[in-house]
């Protein structure tokens, strides 16, 4: 069983921070990693905004909970994006959110099964449909710069033709994401954590480079401090152990 998903998850997760006017208070409580409070305090209300902050609080919770995500979670938490778009089919952190959960489901999936699901091709969609509405979204170009690398550790040079993934186009989605948001550290958590999953000595120099620049930034969530524990903790692996320690130990983090 493999046991990685085919595009990264907790970037989008950890970035989608809109303060809504209609679940502000929800929207602080998973700011400050309270993610049951922020789930209670959306859940009276039933706009796009609450439907999408509820599968967003849903997430970060598996995220930050160190272990494997559970399929009853991940399912709550696509019903929850679902029923944001049900209201309003082009809204932009629905559409991530259930990006993120799709990429979540395919995680215990052999190859075989995560490509007959069907779900990396929709994932992909999503992001690009908020890219083309919002250019200027970097959570969905950093969403799309791993998803290019996932699939070409994933399904190799033959698969990544077949997916259309293309390591050129992640560089470029990255260095734009960057470049829109230099101090977001989950996004260069997760790009340091793609690439030392895909190719940890090729990449060595930046991969080091990059979360140490995650661990310089000043934390804006919770969950932007837990991945910076993650980023310290696989950044120790990067110094001390070989390439395919480093590899398998990327390959299990999230």
């Given at each position: 069983?493999?046991?990685s998903?085919?595009?990264?998850a907790?970037l989008?997760?950890?970035?989608a921070l809109?303060?809504?006017?209609d679940?502000?208070?929800?929207?602080?409580?998973?700011?400050?990693?309270?993610?049951?409070?922020?789930?209670s305090e959306?859940?009276?209300e039933?706009?796009?905004?609450?439907h999408a902050?509820?599968?967003?609080a849903m997430?970060?919770?598996?995220?930050?909970?160190?272990?494997?995500p559970?399929?009853?979670s991940?399912?709550?938490?696509?019903?929850?994006?679902e029923?944001?778009?049900?209201?309003?089919?082009?809204?932009g952190e629905?559409?991530l959110?259930?990006a993120?959960?799709?990429s979540?489901l395919?995680?215990?999936m052999?190859l075989?099964d995560?490509?007959?699901s069907?779900y990396?091709?929709?994932?992909?969609?999503?992001?690009e449909?908020v890219?083309?509405?919002?250019?200027a979204?970097?959570y969905a170009?950093g969403f799309l710069?791993v998803?290019?690398?996932e699939?070409?550790r994933r399904?190799?040079?033959?698969?990544?033709?077949?997916?259309?993934?293309?390591l050129k186009?992640?560089?470029k989605?990255y260095?734009?994401a960057?470049r829109?948001a230099?101090?977001d550290?989950?996004?260069r958590?997760?790009?340091?954590?793609?690439?030392?999953a895909?190719d940890?000595?090729?990449?060595?120099?930046?991969?080091?480079?990059?979360?140490?620049?995650?661990?310089?930034i000043?934390p804006a969530?919770?969950?932007d401090?837990?991945?910076?524990?993650?980023?310290?903790a696989l950044?120790e692996?990067?110094?001390?152990?070989?390439?395919?320690d480093?590899e398998?130990?990327?390959?299990?983090?999230?």
């Open positions: 069983m493999i046991r998903s085919l595009i990264l907790a989008v997760v950890s970035g809109s303060a809504f006017a679940v502000a208070s929800a929207n602080a409580a998973f700011r400050a990693g309270d993610y049951d409070l922020a789930l959306a859940a009276g039933r706009s796009a905004d609450a902050l509820r599968a967003r997430l970060a919770k598996v995220m930050c909970s160190g272990r494997e559970e399929l009853a991940l399912k709550d938490a696509l019903a929850a994006a029923a944001a778009l049900k209201l309003d089919a082009d809204h629905g559409r959110q259930k993120i959960t799709l979540l395919t995680r215990p052999s075989g995560a490509r007959d069907g990396g091709p929709k994932a992909r969609a999503l992001a449909a890219l083309a509405d919002d250019p979204n970097h170009l710069a998803w290019h690398v699939v070409h399904g190799g040079s033959l698969g990544a033709a077949v997916m259309g993934a293309s186009t992640a560089r989605n260095a734009e960057v829109l230099p101090e550290a989950g996004l958590w997760q790009w340091a954590r793609a690439l030392a895909f940890a000595e090729k990449y060595h120099g930046e991969i080091e480079a990059e979360l140490e620049a995650a661990l310089a000043d969530t919770e969950l401090r837990v991945m910076q524990v993650r980023a310290a950044l692996v990067v110094k001390t152990q070989k390439t395919r480093v398998k130990t990327a390959q299990g983090m999230l």
